[in-house]
């Protein structure tokens, strides 16, 4: 079994050329100044992002997608997720309401890291195994730790895959700045 299926998440070092990170953040910082620009808590988003750099991220995504949702993945969503100093963290949630469907799970996300993600600059953190548990997460503070959870810093450029089952979330961002990254959701058909 691979570490994906056993643990339900993976690292992939330098999914992102530092070229495309760069013309990425180019892209966001373009965005940013439209007015209407979302912010939720403390956090930036920029929905439904596409361009040349995400189809190549997609493309590099897309092999250990299939690990988790089987051939015909779907792209569902690419967009951009900043939480500002001080913000950030969440309780340990799945993105997927319910247990996995008999067919196995309905949805996997990559969290891309666009700047360097560091234990305190709000890095995300992972139960292992939980995909497995068929039980839903315990949610609540967000402080709140787990005593099996691990804290996945990122460099710019990786991506943290994992099945979309999986307890996780994030953590505050410490730092003093933004913690700049891309959520990329992929579905299996007809699950989600």
């Known amino acids: 079994m691979s570490a994906l299926a056993e643990d339900g998440y993976v690292v992939l070092r330098g ?17 940013l100044a439209t007015p209407d620009l979302a912010r939720q808590g403390g956090t930036v988003h920029v929905p439904d992002l596409a361009g040349p750099e ?5 493309a590099a ?6 690990e ?10 690419v967009h951009f997720r ?14 997927f309401a319910g247990p996995p469907p008999p067919e196995g799970a309905a949805i996997a996300v990559a969290i891309v890291a666009l ?4 234990p305190d ?29 691990r804290l996945v810093p990122l460099a710019a450029g990786d991506a943290l895959l994992f099945d979309g089952h999986l307890w996780h979330s994030g953590t505050r961002n410490d730092s003093d700045r ?3 990254a891309l959520q990329v959701s992929f579905v299996r058909p007809g699950a989600a």
């Open 61 to 66: 995504l897309l092999p250990s997608v299939r």
């Open 82 to 95: 900043a939480p500002l100093p001080g913000f950030g963290g969440q309780s340990l949630h799945a993105d």
């Open 15 to 31: 999914v992102v050329s530092p070229a495309d990170v760069a013309a990425l953040r180019a892209s966001i910082t373009s965005a």
């Open 115 to 118: 700047v360097d993600v560091t």
């Open 54 to 58: 995400v189809d190549r991220l997609v």
């Open 121 to 149: 600059g709000g890095a995300t953190r992972v139960v292992p195994g939980t995909h497995r548990w068929r039980k839903v997460a315990p949610g609540g503070d967000p402080g709140r730790r787990h005593p099996e959870e």
């Open 68 to 77: 988790v949702l089987g051939p015909a993945a779907e792209l569902r969503q």
């Open 178 to 180: 933004r913690r700049d």
